[in-house]
């Protein structure tokens, strides 16, 4: 039972990377999934969430209007479409599950080895 993030790598700044976050041994039924990010010596930032139940997403503020998550309908895949890259956005990527409920984001209780996702200016 584990979840795989993939998808990372170099873009350029007002680049795209398409992040996915995979389910092995499990389906995403009623999880919600997240996405966070960490950058070493600072704290874990949560970036986006949606949930298999209602559809419902959420976004960080530093990333509304340029990401886009998505999920499939055989709850095994939930994707991060990630559009106009920053420097910023420059972190290690993984997805956990719960992610976030009602509007809040959650710690997550099992989560995948992350991607790098490295932005150039």
């Known amino acids: 039972v584990q979840l795989q993030a993939s998808g990372g790598g170099l873009a350029q700044a007002g680049g795209s990377l398409r992040l996915s976050c995979d389910a092995f041994?499990?389906?995403?039924?009623?999880?919600?999934v997240g996405w966070f990010r960490q950058v070493p010596g600072k704290e874990r930032e949560a970036v986006s969430c949606?949930?298999?139940?209602?559809?419902?997403?959420m976004y960080a503020d530093s990333v509304k209007g340029r990401f886009t998550i998505s999920k499939d309908n055989a709850m095994k895949k939930v994707t991060l479409q990630m559009n106009n890259l920053k420097p910023e956005d420059t972190a290690v990527y993984f997805c956990?599950?719960?992610?976030?409920?009602?509007?809040?984001?959650?710690?997550?209780?099992?989560r995948g080895q992350g991607t790098q996702v490295t932005v150039s200016s």
């Open positions: 949606i949930s298999y139940s209602d559809g419902s997403v």
């Open positions: 956990g599950v719960p992610g976030c409920d009602s509007g809040s984001w959650l710690q997550p209780i099992r």
């Open positions: 041994g499990f389906s995403f039924y009623e999880y919600s």
